[in-house]
């Protein structure tokens, strides 16, 4: 069983940064993909960004590319996701999840609210 606890939201100006965080509870935590999504108002949740257990392997959205970054530091049981450059489009509830590799995500935070203002 995994927790993750969200935490780095808050309101920012475009073109600004933030860093979100991901803490997990588990002695099992690196041995899970971790991935963050998001979800803003009206619309479906979206993927954002992933990295393997190991942390050697990233993937990312297409509208975030080259913005953010995922990294991990299994130590802490931490994840993060650094947001640069932000833009009003990327306000939304951001989620952390974390599932073994091939399998569909198993664990989810309760999110933390991103907004950008313009």
């Known amino acids: 069983q995994v927790q993750l606890q969200e935490s780095g939201g808050g309101l920012v100006q475009a073109g600004g940064s933030l860093r979100l965080a991901c803490v997990a509870s588990?002695?099992?935590?690196?041995?899970?993909?971790v991935g963050w999504f998001r979800q803003a108002p009206g619309k479906d949740r979206e993927f954002v960004a992933r990295?393997?257990?190991?942390?050697?392997?990233?993937s990312y959205a297409a509208s975030v590319k080259g913005r953010f970054t995922i990294s991990r530091d299994n130590a802490k049981n931490t994840a993060y996701l650094q947001m640069n450059s932000l833009k009003p489009e990327d306000t939304a509830v951001y989620y952390c999840t974390a599932g073994l590799s091939g399998t569909a995500w198993s664990y989810w935070g309760q999110g933390t609210q991103v907004t950008v203002s313009s």
């Open positions: 588990g002695r099992t935590f690196r041995t899970y993909s």
């Open positions: 990295i393997t257990w190991s942390g050697d392997g990233t």
